[in-house]
């Protein structure tokens, strides 16, 4: 052992104060690159990581050349009295300057990671910036940071080359322990060398191996509590008049254009106090319009009104900030705050003028609405999906909005739980004072959940009005489409209330007036009939092609006036019950099949 400890002494000061100004410059510059937009991005990233990729000696000459004598900053302290050259503090800054990279990555890389969903869903729950970053961001990223943390220490606690530059081998003033190894090497002290190789070694290895003890611990913590749920006791929700809120009565009005690179939605609608559902096909833009009522994202142009309140307004340069918006939003996937309990996610959206006695009072009247009493204290992960979308529910009413938006609330569910949750939340719907737009793309849970619809097409709406409405006569092919129908002709009028079905090669009796630009005729395969009276109106011969099989129901495929020369040549394709199935399914070909005029779309 070196009779002189004052290198390790020096270096462990040098690492310590470098590592913690990294900390806080790398994570304040790894958040301000994250939401970074505009110009010279990449340029910005090239210099904060230049340091990791330049060799130190390129890297500490640039420091000599900034600092020193001649250099701006030099230059600038000198008229001070001050210099940081062949210093200890010059040591700081080399140590500084080569550990930022690695801290400011790996804090962007932890921050990156954060589902965006917890961030939106904070946002209009009223959380401002400073603390959706102080109690969702970096708790989240945390073991990303500390991550970081280590490596800029081990980095800084390294450095040679830079720290030879610009602050020398000064014994007792600025000779770190690997600045004395090299003069060690250079002195033939092999021994002394190796000390202080070994000193190095073991404190970097000693702090990297704590810390992934420590997060395996948390992970097998985590483990732990994830087995703890499966015995979670399945419980049944209340009915809907156990949670009420304050009155709400203009509705939503919207009227707005949002135009992007790859797309362009455009979009005027009115929705009063009961459930609106938005359906449409992936990429129709029914997540976008949920954003930007939000406030998450900022239109084009037009505007946003609810309950006579002016939340967006191009013309006025009127954009309401998402905390103020008084909308509550549930998420596919539910984005409860991992690193809070149930009950802190409830009361995250609770006033802050609120005491802590009223704020738990409101937040305990929560959990018996939802009926998880008793689970307050336990995290998500320690809950079913069911509860965990009671919970996310429960917190985006518990502010009261005004408005919920409510973007595929089952799609995460398994069949069963859906079905429950589902009836679940169209009592709840029902009760609900305030606006509710439903998004799906299942027309069937549309049908089901929601007594208006506003369906959607690359952005556009096709069509608005009550379900009875699109499901039974349905303006375009695409709604048709939409809303589940299966087969469709060409059409053309033959006559008063006359038609001919190009495709189906037949004439069809109408009951509906017959649009002017007549295009296409359908029906719903269940709204086929089969007949043993092939003298009807609308009654044809057809042969089975082919089957397909569901747990309670035959889907039939059917060629008409003749048989099928392959297995995809079919006309239509009928619905039946296997009960029904089971006695027709031996009767001789042809079978007939009645296309209801009741029954049949006209389709511009």
Known sequence: MPQDL??????????????VITFFVGIAAAYWMLGYRGKGKSLIEGLFISPLILPPTVVGFLLLMFFGKFGPAGQLMDKFGLSVVFT?????????????PLMYRTALGALAQIDQNLLLVAK?????????????????????ILAGTMLAFARALGEFGATLMLAGNIPGQTQTMPIAIYFAVEAGATNEAWFWSLVIMSTSLSGIILLNIWQQSGARKGKGKGKRQKKAKSISMPDSTSFTLSPTAQGLFVDIENILPDFHLKITFNADNQSLGLLGGSGAGKSMILRCLAGIETPTKGKIILNGKVLFDSEKNINIPPKERRIGFLVQNYALFPNMTVAQNIAFGLPKELSQAAAKQQVNAQLVAVQLQGLGDRYPHQLSGGQQQRVALARALASQPEALLLDEPFSALDTYLRSQLEQEMVARLADYPGVALFVTHNMEEAYRVCPNLLVLEDGLAVQHGSKHDIFEHPNTVSVAQITGCKNFSRAEVKELNKIVAIDWGCNLEVIEPIPNKLSHVGIRAHQINFTNDPNQANTFPCWLVRTSETPHRMTVFLKLHSPAENSSDYHLQAEVFKEKWIRIQDLPFPWYVRLDAFRLMLME
């Not at 004052?6 to 590592?19: C, D, E, F, M, Q």
């Not at 200890?88 to 930022?100: H, K, L, N, P, R």
């Not at 209009?124 to 990303?144: C, D, E």
């Open 88 to 100: 200890w503090y010059g040591a700081a800054i080399a140590a500084i300057v080569v550990s930022f």
């Open 124 to 144: 209009t729950l009223g959380a401002s910036q400073w603390t959706i970053f102080w109690r969702i961001m970096l708790p989240l990223a945390l073991p990303g």
């Open 6 to 19: 004052s290198p390790l002494w020096l270096s462990v000061k040098i690492s310590l104060l470098a590592t």
